[in-house]
């Protein structure tokens, strides 16, 4: 059954084909191409991506992540094949209809939801301004796993996050440790992992996999976000934690970048589907 939902730039949407809606963002809401990345986080199956009944992705791997399309303001159909299927008559999730804003800059993840059902949700990217010397990190829970608890510098930062939701937070750019337990747990699932957090960038990471089946991995975005005065703006580099499973990236791997406390005054922006 399709299921047509809006991307506007007021809703992050899950496309889970019962799908529900949260913020979404764009660096320019009213014009120009919207850029549109595919994150394939569903543990042993590799997939082929359809967008327009036109094969996109080709044997798209569980941990790839790839883009930005850049695509016209409008209207797609996404459906999602078992690897090398002949066509997209027979998808194994989907198809769905999105609207994408001129502007926008979006994901759309395949990936378990927490009781372990293969499901694709849709978020916007927050490319909104940072002030000169800071920038954004979020996180985002697509693992078939329980509420986690995000660590940064040995103290909880965010509590209870939820499959599919996220937090994010703007910072002073500089390096902190970071980590992910199953909530109200001390030891880690994920980490502990330095993250560098880059200036005038939104470093977005993407916990996946199955925590009964022990596969939890990574996947790191960064996205450009506008900034008023940079001095110096690190543009998208990745960096390898060393003994962190990690996702691939059209142009390199990325790592662990979480949030961040100490020293760091922090707003901590939880979202929720409803």
């Given at each position: 059954?399709?299921?047509?939902?809006p991307?506007?730039?007021?809703a992050?949407v899950g496309?889970?084909?019962?799908a529900s809606?949260?913020?979404?963002?764009?660096?320019?809401?009213a014009?120009?191409?919207?850029q549109?990345s595919v994150?394939?986080?569903?543990p042993?199956?590799?997939?082929?991506?359809?967008?327009?009944?036109?094969?996109?992705l080709?044997?798209f791997?569980?941990?790839d992540?790839a883009?930005p399309?850049?695509?016209?303001g409008?209207d797609?159909?996404?459906?999602?094949?078992a690897a090398?299927?002949a066509?997209?008559?027979?998808?194994?999730?989907?198809p769905?209809?999105v609207?994408?804003?001129?502007g926008g800059n979006?994901?759309a993840?395949?990936?378990?939801d927490?009781?372990?059902?293969?499901?694709?949700?849709?978020f916007?990217?927050?490319?909104?301004e940072?002030?000169?010397?800071?920038?954004?990190?979020?996180?985002?829970h697509v693992?078939?796993?329980?509420?986690?608890?995000i660590?940064?510098?040995?103290?909880v930062a965010?509590?209870?996050l939820?499959n599919?939701?996220?937090a994010s937070?703007?910072?002073?750019?500089?390096?902190l440790?970071?980590?992910?337990?199953?909530?109200?747990e001390?030891?880690?699932v994920?980490?502990?992992?330095?993250?560098?957090?880059?200036?005038?960038?939104?470093?977005?990471?993407?916990?996946?996999g199955s925590?009964?089946?022990?596969?939890l991995?990574?996947?790191?975005?960064?996205v450009d976000?506008t900034?008023?005065?940079?001095?110096?703006?690190?543009t998208g580099?990745?960096?390898?934690?060393?003994?962190q499973?990690?996702?691939?990236?059209?142009a390199?791997?990325?790592?662990?970048?979480?949030?961040?406390v100490?020293?760091?005054?922090?707003?901590?922006?939880a979202?929720?589907?409803v």
């Amino acid at each position: 059954m399709r299921k047509s939902l809006p991307l506007a730039t007021t809703a992050v949407v899950g496309l889970a084909i019962a799908a529900s809606a949260a913020p979404a963002y764009a660096a320019d809401e009213a014009a120009g191409s919207a850029q549109l990345s595919v994150l394939h986080a569903v543990p042993d199956l590799p997939v082929d991506v359809y967008v327009n009944g036109e094969l996109t992705l080709d044997d798209f791997n569980p941990g790839d992540l790839a883009g930005p399309l850049e695509l016209p303001g409008g209207d797609y159909e996404i459906a999602i094949t078992a690897a090398d299927a002949a066509d997209a008559s027979e998808p194994v999730l989907g198809p769905v209809d999105v609207s994408l804003e001129g502007g926008g800059n979006y994901t759309a993840a395949a990936h378990l939801d927490a009781e372990g059902n293969p499901t694709v949700t849709a978020f916007g990217n927050d490319t909104s301004e940072l002030a000169a010397g800071e920038g954004r990190l979020t996180v985002r829970h697509v693992a078939a796993a329980p509420e986690v608890d995000i660590w940064a510098n040995g103290e909880v930062a965010v509590e209870a996050l939820a499959n599919p939701d996220e937090a994010s937070l703007d910072l002073a750019a500089g390096t902190l440790e970071a980590a992910v337990s199953l909530t109200g747990e001390s030891d880690p699932v994920i980490g502990p992992a330095d993250v560098e957090v880059a200036e005038g960038v939104n470093t977005i990471v993407y916990a996946w996999g199955s925590a009964e089946d022990g596969n939890l991995a990574l996947a790191t975005q960064t996205v450009d976000a506008t900034h008023s005065a940079p001095d110096g703006v690190p543009t998208g580099d990745f960096e390898v934690a060393a003994g962190q499973s990690t996702a691939g990236w059209v142009a390199g791997i990325g790592v662990l970048a979480l949030i961040g406390v100490g020293a760091v005054t922090m707003g901590v922006r939880a979202k929720s589907r409803v």
